[in-house]
């Protein structure tokens, strides 16, 4: 692990940003291994003449050479005065009284403390999405919580407005204008997004301060010293503004320089005295800033005038992108040389699940940007505070043949997302040799996730938790990942796991039978069922748990938990009590396959009263309990548990204890079950001892009325299944388990398990009906873009049951643990007729079912003259959960 900020070093690591940069000169940089890469990012606009410009290094050497004294304070520093007289000479109007400072955000804290001490008030007013700074006040100014939320930010005296709109600075400033101390605003916000405002917004902000007693206070320290192609983004406002703030570029590249000039007006003698910096006013910080300036006033300014006729250049070059790509880029917008490209939204396409993932999750443009890097040999980066805007800020010394390159570059670029060939975009990062020399393969802290468009969460949001639960799933949601050989694939999988937990898919608000409404966001985490168990449970328990706060985060009332997730956490368990009510899904998934097998199995004429049943997975949430709801339907059941699990027999003891303590209680609204009423009054007194071996009981009671007992423990697999009739399968196993070729013609097996537990296989000459369980359909349309593994707006049970309970506003956790009970699935299911739920048409591997696959067991089954065979079959009508 780097000593240098661990978790930046991951996140450049796993964007492939982590270049070694060791020369640079003008607008190139050069790498170790003597490649030369493009800079268009120069530094945030902190390099105004490229790298390690000669004429700031001149100014630099000549201060050493005239030994002039670097730091001299509380003294006169004579290069800093120089350097003050020279601001005030060219700022707009009467600007004028200049504080020195060393970086942007000081600059902006000196602006709030001399605007509270100049008016006697505390309140600083500024935009929603802005940008001014990471120190505490300026940070309280930066209108973006996502920056402020885990460092005390916004402190008091702190509130926002609409960048933009005037009318809403009004009517704040009529309101609270006596509390008000100043509005502080950037000509053109660069980190929301390099956003423009209206024509003329400048003139009225000031205007409207001054009217109302408020300071104004122009944040140029981005925007000045001739990056959007004027000396300052003000210089053509009618009025000066209060303040304004200076930075980056001042310091020619080479030094950390910036400052505070107020008109006289606005000064303060109290602040004066008060207010200094160690290291402000530094004469050699101050000899670079005197060169810099000398270098954009050379000429007449012909730098400038250069930087306004090639940024409108660069403009031309990226506006004629946007028409050769409009599915790709959204819009271009700055001027000169501050400019922004607004993608499209990733997940909008619907394409790719890796870009749909980065897009939701504030890393699509980290992932272009390192693509142009690695590959075009171009650097730029994203805006802090929009994950879909990518800034072009090269030093202002770029020539039209670089401005080609970059273009050039974004035009690949643009290609490989309009063809949809994200493996183009992510090959070099899936280097082996590449990802085997990484040695921290901790996953990054959440990034910038999505927007809600309101704080309070309605009583329907939800999250739902996915993962890929076969190395299939990665081509699905990803076809271009296809063209990966072997070892990119198992490289881009400890990519992925580097990224850890986040947003994958948005689902928009739907409304159910009763008119309530659900919306929320599929979340993912990058991992295979075989990263999950073992050795790897711990980690990816705790990616879980991380999601789980991630949800609790965006706002919502349910967390459900899919595949997995459900198992690694101990049925969500592990998860509970984070913030949200939480799912596991199983109860619904258990309810919705039991009713699936009620429907095949009128389908193809097997009669469940005397049917004989076994549950593979018998001692886990899913197949206990349909264990115990099977148990009030069929003839016999057969609870197979793992015969590798040396704890089997008991735990499959005790859920046979538990199935026949459930039909013993049972009022029969279901039948009788498995229990003739002589041997259930034999095994009657049993229960008041509180027997510990009920198994065994009924084996005697059967014996005495000369029968077997319809109730069978064991970890003989392949001996079971050959005497079943129907099976169901609900294993944690990540592998497949059955072979429906190898069953007897005629039978049934309902597949539960993600992963699926049962071999593909071509069924049509084996007279064996194989359909995945636990799915339902909602009652509204469902599309899981890229994750769509199942037919049009059919959803998995557990995921059913996560939008069941947003919609009904439950509060409490549910279905966790494996010890789920009756009477909760009975409630389940009776919300899931409320509110329009129905059981999902049968499909196997996301093919739908066909007339013929039903008659074809049906014929079968006949053919075999199996003894509860039904001579009258029918298609049921369409049932209800």
Not at 312 to 339: C, K, N, S, W
Not at 341 to 364: H, R, V, Y
């Amino acid at each position: 692990m780097t000593a240098l900020n661990p978790t930046r070093a991951r996140l450049l690591e796993t964007f492939g940003l982590d270049v070694e940069l060791v020369q640079a000169e003008g607008c190139r940089l050069t790498d170790a291994g003597g490649r030369e890469y493009l800079d268009f990012l120069s530094q945030y606009g902190a390099l105004p003449f490229g790298h390690n410009p000669p004429e700031i290094w001149n100014a630099l050497n000549s201060a050493q050479m005239s030994r002039t004294p670097a730091m001299v304070q509380p003294l006169r520093a004579l290069e800093a005065e120089r350097l003050a007289e020279r601001l005030a000479a060219i700022t707009p109007f009467d600007l004028g009284v200049v504080t020195l400072a060393n970086t942007g955000a000081e600059a902006v804290e000196a602006a709030i403390k001399l605007a509270r001490a100049r008016t006697g008030k505390d309140l600083i007013l500024s935009t929603l999405n802005g940008f001014h700074g990471k120190t505490l006040g300026a940070l309280s100014a930066t209108g973006k919580p996502m920056y402020q939320k885990d460092f005390g930010a916004p402190t008091r005296g702190f509130e926002h407005v609409r960048f933009g709109d005037v009318a809403a600075l009004e009517e704040r400033l009529v309101a609270d204008g006596d509390r008000i101390a100043a509005f502080i605003v950037e000509p053109i916000q660069g980190e929301g997004g390099v956003i423009c405002p209206p024509e003329g917004y400048l003139d009225a902000v000031i205007a409207l301060c001054r009217k109302h007693g408020v300071l104004s206070i122009i944040d140029e320290i981005q925007t000045g010293l001739g990056r959007t192609g004027r000396l300052f983004a003000c210089d053509d406002c009618v009025e000066a503004p209060d303040m304004l703030l200076l930075g980056k570029a001042l310091g020619g590249g080479l030094m950390p320089i910036s400052t505070c000039v107020a008109r006289p007006s606005a000064w303060d003698d109290r602040f004066g005295f008060l207010h200094s910096s160690t290291f402000a006013n530094n004469n050699l910080a101050c000899a670079a800033a005197n060169a810099a300036l000398d270098t954009l006033m050379a000429d007449n300014g012909a730098l400038i005038a250069r930087i306004a006729t090639d940024g409108a250049y660069l403009r031309d070059q990226l506006d004629a992108l946007h028409r050769r790509y409009p599915t790709v880029i959204r819009e271009v917008r700055g001027r000169g040389f501050m400019l922004g490209l607004e993608f499209q939204k990733p997940f909008e396409k619907g394409d790719s699940g890796t870009m749909a993932f980065c897009g939701l999750n504030g890393g699509f443009i980290a992932l272009l940007s390192s693509y142009l890097l690695n590959v075009q040999g171009i650097l730029t980066a994203p805006v802090f505070n929009d994950a879909n805007v990518m800034r072009l800020q090269p030093p202002l010394v770029v020539g039209r043949a670089e401005i080609d390159r970059c273009i050039a570059a974004l035009d690949a670029a643009c290609e490989i997302l309009e063809e949809g060939n994200y493996s183009a975009l992510m090959r070099h990062l899936v280097v082996p040799e590449r990802e085997e020399h990484i040695q921290d393969t901790t996953y990054l802290p959440p990034q910038q996730g999505p927007v809600r468009a309101d704080p309070q969460p309605p009583t329907g949001r939800f999250c739902f938790l996915i993962h890929y639960t076969e190395e299939e799933d990665l081509f699905r949601s990803d076809p271009s990942f296809a063209s990966f050989n072997p070892e990119e694939r198992s490289a881009w999988l400890r990519w992925a796991k580097r990224i850890g937990p986040g947003f994958a898919w948005p689902i928009p608000e739907s409304r159910s039978r009763t008119g309530a409404t659900v919306e929320g966001m599929i979340m993912s985490v990058p991992l295979l069922p075989s990263a999950m168990i073992g050795k790897g449970r711990p980690a990816a328990r705790a990616m879980i748990q991380s999601a789980a706060d991630m949800a609790v985060e965006y706002g919502a009332c349910r967390f459900g938990l899919g595949a997995f997730t459900s198992i690694v956490t101990n049925g969500g368990a592990a998860v509970a009590n984070r913030g949200v009510p939480v799912t596991s899904g199983n109860t619904l998934t258990t309810v919705a396959a039991v009713t699936a097998i009620e429907r095949i199995a009128r389908r193809v004429g097997l009669d469940l009263a005397t049917a004989n049943v076994a549950v593979v997975g018998a001692t886990g949430a899913i197949g206990r309990l349909a264990s115990l709801m099977l148990a009030r339907r069929v003839g016999h059941l057969s609870l197979i548990g793992n015969a590798r699990n040396r704890h089997a027999p008991q735990l499959l003891g005790k859920v046979a204890d538990e199935v026949i303590r459930t039909l013993l209680n049972n009022d029969q609204s279901f039948g009788a079950g498995m229990l003739r009423d002589s041997v259930r009054r034999m095994l009657s007194p049993t229960m008041s001892r509180e027997a510990k071996d009920l198994a065994e009981d009924l084996a005697d009671a059967c014996a005495m009325e000369g029968m077997s007992s319809p109730l069978a423990t064991t970890t003989d697999l392949d001996a079971s299944l050959a005497m079943a009739d129907l099976v169901l399968v609900a294993t944690s196993a990540d592998i497949a388990l059955v072979d429906p070729t190898a069953l007897r013609p005629g039978t049934v097996v309902c597949d539960v398990a993600r992963p699926p537990n049962v071999a593909e296989a071509d069924l049509e000459r084996h007279g064996v009906l194989v359909f995945d369980g636990g799915l339902v359909q909602p009652p509204f349309p469902i599309d899981l873009g890229p994750f769509q593994t199942l037919p049009a707006n059919l959803s998995w049970g557990c995921l059913g049951e996560t939008m069941l309970l947003a919609l009904e506003g439950e509060t409490q956790d549910y279905s966790l643990g494996r010890d789920l009970v009756l009477s909760e699935a009975d409630r389940i299911a009776a919300m899931a007729r409320k509110h329009g739920f129905e059981p999902a048409e049968p499909q196997w591997r996301g093919e739908l079912l066909k007339d013929a696959d039903f008659a074809r067991v049906a014929s079968a089954r006949r053919r075999a003259m199996l003894p509860n065979f039904a001579r009258h079959t029918k298609r049921p009508e369409k049932a209800a959960i």
